[in-house]
């Protein structure tokens, strides 16, 4: 089975702390995501990355950057936590190229951040 | 660009129901699609996907026919259990091209399931 995990699944950090959210996945997949997800609004993907120190910017990516020096690992990093970046984070993987047309992605249990 | 239009809920359903969530999209191409279910405190499954036309997915009693007339792919299961309470997603992505591997998701439909 995938496995995608995320480091925490709570956390309450101050305004104004730089805040590292972390995900793996074990399948040796090419694609990691960042999304954010808030009521009403559904998901929005922050960044992407389809290999090692590539990424590219999705629909919201202001306020956040992002880190890949590992295929496993990918990294979210808020340089400056703000109250409206409380919300739930979701990481997810993907093959690049999957055979059978297979694009889905898998997703960790997500990291609930609350920012005081 | 790619959409995906859900029908807003929340839906609330006595056990044993008929379940439909309608899922349409507006793509370029041929994408495929996808129902995602996320259950209380937990990340986003895949449910059931399809990758081309009149293609059926189905898992754990859910269907879903990809319809490339009406762009639609409505959700549907045919006794509901409580334990199916949770928020489904109808997602897609395309095919080809440089951003076949992003994802575009509907808002989310949060179903509960009442005994």
């Known amino acids: 089975d995938v496995k995608v995990t995320q480091s925490s699944r709570y956390l309450v950090k101050r305004t104004g702390e730089k805040v590292f959210l972390e995900c793996v996945q074990d399948m040796d997949h090419e694609n990691m995501f960042w999304y954010r997800q808030d009521p009403g609004l559904g998901l929005r993907l922050i960044y992407f990355?389809?290999?090692?120190?590539?990424?590219e910017k999705g629909d919201i990516p202001e306020g956040y950057s992002v880190s890949r020096e590992k295929k496993e690992r990918f990294s979210l990093i808020l340089e400056s936590a703000s109250t409206n970046q409380t919300s739930m984070y979701l990481c997810?993987?993907?093959?690049?190229?999957?055979?059978?047309?297979?694009?889905?992605?898998?997703f960790g249990p997500g990291t609930r951040l609350t920012v005081t | 660009g790619n959409s995906v239009t859900q029908m807003e809920g929340p839906v609330t359903l006595s056990e044993e129901a008929f379940l439909t969530i309608n899922c349409t999209y507006t793509?370029?191409?041929?994408?495929?699609l996808f129902w995602y279910v996320q259950y209380p405190g937990e990340g986003l499954q895949l449910l059931l996907k399809?990758?081309?036309?009149?293609d059926k997915g189905s898992n754990k009693g859910f269907e879903a026919t990809y319809r490339k007339e009406t762009t639609s792919f409505h959700l549907e299961k045919g006794s509901v259990q409580v334990s199916d309470s949770a928020v489904y997603f109808c997602?897609?992505?395309?095919?080809?091209?440089?951003?076949?591997?992003?994802?575009?998701f509907g808002k989310g439909t949060l179903l509960t399931v009442n005994p």
């Open positions: 793509a370029t191409g041929y994408p495929s």
């Open positions: 997602a897609l992505t395309k095919n080809s091209g440089g951003s076949n591997y992003k994802l575009t």
């Open positions: 997810a993987s993907s093959f690049f190229r999957p055979a059978k047309s297979s694009y889905e992605q898998y």
């Open positions: 399809a990758t081309k036309a009149d």
């Open positions: 990355s389809y290999d090692v120190k590539m990424k």
